[in-house]
């Protein structure tokens, strides 16, 4: 079984800067794609950023030219670097990580539980 841990979030002023981490971990698999998602308090989950083990990159159109994801295939994280934080940014930032589990040679799709990151204006 693959568990999923993200940290780094917090209380940051608006127009600062938080860098979120997302770290996959168990025995015997490959990420394929690591994905970083947000939910807001009466908002659906949406797509933040993504990035796949070749390190194709998407973004939300809401956070192009300001979050940077990246990973170290090596440490099975990811990383979302947030800058100039809007309000609108507040969320429980949540980590998925899809690949397979080569113990069983099945894919898996495995969710974190999240980090609040809260931009106050």
């Known amino acids: 079984q693959v568990q999923v841990a993200e940290s780094g979030g917090g209380l940051v002023k608006s127009g600062g800067s938080l860098r979120v981490s997302c770290a996959a971990s168990?025995?015997?698999?490959?990420?394929?794609?690591m994905e970083w998602y947000r939910q807001a308090p009466g908002k659906e989950r949406e797509l933040v950023a993504g990035i796949t083990d070749s390190g194709s990159t998407k973004y939300n159109d809401a956070v192009k030219g300001r979050f940077t994801i990246s990973r170290d295939n090596g440490k099975r994280t990811t990383y979302l670097q947030m800058n100039n934080l809007k309000p609108e940014d507040t969320a429980l930032y949540l980590c998925?990580?899809?690949?397979?589990?080569?113990?069983?040679?099945?894919?898996?799709?495995?969710w974190g539980r999240g980090t609040q990151v809260t931009v106050q204006s």
């Open positions: 998925n990580v899809r690949g397979v589990d080569h113990r069983t040679t099945r894919l898996f799709d495995s």
């Open positions: 168990g025995s015997m698999f490959s990420t394929t794609s």
